[in-house]
């Protein structure tokens, strides 16, 4: 018989569908005397002790479907650890203390919230998005133009760089058991321009060194045409943590709001190359005057950050399609370099401007402060299989940019190429496949 009662035990426990069993009481107990015999008396004992030994069993039925999320399953073994308790208690075949610990675990499991088996409340999943947008780069330029005489009129660059560009971006995401969300993501971006300046009548255009040449000149400037192009490529690689203050409990298909603090570390770098050439003749003949300039410059931009953040998540309808809202704010340190170099040629001007380089090389360190807001849907595509489509906004209060000259009198006054920051602004659809494991 103890062999029979072990293996329905065994099988509630495994299949978490425990129900009450009759317990000790319901049992006809062999009547004590001298007509059993020594084999019979071992096996009564045997019994006994395998019944006392049924809370036990049921007790640790209740805890394992209480990790599960099972509920149903939890009340049944709960009831039947119960019952088994006060048999017990009335026959008194274990110690009062061990009656005692078996009734605190019943009160403190009975006490206790049931999570629901939500497979939204604890997962692994691993997501894989792309992201198609545009993101903001701090611009710059290369040259000028004037259409009128010298401090009549503005001077401009005479060509641009792109202020912002397509954007590229994979994200990999993994959710650990207990709401913890792994984040890796790469981005990148590339721009281009092209410019043929011809100044009217009275105006000039040229070239604007970044610095002083040897000979303290600041640039050239010349009736002349004046063409060339920009160049940006912007490339990001960012890892982060979030961790949920609590794990939530909610009933199956109900929303659910989760709190998270985060940490960030990030890398950018934009490259610039910018390029322009000049010249002419005066009367259409006779010496024809030529220069060129070329800027190779690169920010990097490497960040640490924290934050907090909070997510939210819905069900649509009955068939499965869920919303989801993701909502980041914090603050990152920054360590920003600018590194340029600037080459200058002509042939009119002889040594040493007719041909010479400016170098920069700064470092700076600061704070700043970003916000993220990401929205969606979830539609599900088979067991443990479903897409996720949306988009996201975020917001950058410091990133690195570089300044370079659009006049000779910006570099008299001391405003010559170097590096400078502003905000910024990425934008993008995205698209991707979340793989769900039990």
Not at 27 to 56: H, K, T
Not at 169 to 198: H, I, K
Not at 374 to 388: D, S, T
């Amino acid at each position: 018989m103890a062999g029979t009662i072990a293996r329905l035990i065994a099988a509630g426990v495994a299949t978490g569908a425990l129900a009450a069993v009759p317990g000790p009481a319901a049992a006809q107990e062999p009547p004590p005397g001298d007509g059993l015999s020594e084999q019979e008396e071992r096996a009564v004992a045997q019994q006994q002790r395998f019944v006392d030994q049924q809370a036990e069993f049921f007790l640790a039925a209740a805890e394992a479907a209480q990790r599960r999320g099972d509920c149903a399953a939890r009340a049944s073994a709960l009831a039947s650890a119960n019952v088994e308790i006060q048999t017990n208690k009335a026959r008194a075949y274990v110690p009062p203390d061990v009656i005692e610990s078996w009734e605190e675990r019943l009160r403190a499991m009975e006490d206790s919230p049931c999570p629901p088996n939500d497979p939204l409340v604890e997962q692994r999943a691993i997501a894989i998005a792309l992201a198609l947008g545009g993101v903001e780069l701090p611009g710059t330029g290369i040259g000028f133009q004037r259409e009128g005489a010298p401090g009549e009129t503005p001077e401009t660059f005479a060509g641009e760089t792109e202020r912002s560009v397509a954007l590229r971006r994979v994200e990999a995401q993994a959710e650990l058991p207990m709401g913890v969300l792994l984040g890796l993501n790469y981005a990148r971006g590339r721009g281009r321009t092209s410019f043929d300046v011809t100044p009217p009548a009275g105006g000039d255009a040229g070239a604007v060194y970044g610095a002083p040449a040897p000979s303290s000149s600041t640039g050239i400037a010349a009736p002349f045409p004046v063409s060339g192009d920009t160049r940006v490529r912007m490339e990001s690689l960012g890892a982060s943590v979030e961790i949920p203050f609590s794990r939530p409990r909610v009933q199956p298909g109900a929303a659910r709001l989760t709190p998270f603090g985060f940490i960030e570390a990030g890398h950018r770098s934009v490259k610039y190359r910018m390029a322009l050439s000049g010249g002419g003749s005066f009367g259409g003949g006779g010496f024809t005057f030529a220069y060129d300039q070329e800027r190779r410059q690169k920010l990097t931009d490497r960040e640490l950050g924290i934050g907090l953040g909070a997510r939210f998540e819905a069900p649509l309808g009955a068939a499965g399609f869920g919303f989801f809202a993701t909502a980041r704010a914090g603050a990152y340190w920054q360590r920003s370099t600018l590194d340029s170099i600037e080459r200058n040629a002509n042939n009119f001007t002889g040594a040493p401007d007719d041909s010479f380089t400016i170098e920069v090389d700064e470092k700076e360190s600061g704070i700043g402060f970003h916000g993220t807001l990401l929205a969606g849907v979830e539609i599900p595509l088979a067991n443990g299989v479903a897409v996720r489509l949306g988009g996201y906004a975020e917001y950058r209060s410091r990133v690195g940019a570089v300044f370079n000259p659009s006049s000779g009198d910006q570099v008299l006054g001391g405003m010559t190429t170097g590096l400078r920051f502003r905000d910024a602004w990425s934008w993008a659809g995205v698209g991707g496949i979340v793989v769900t494991f039990p």
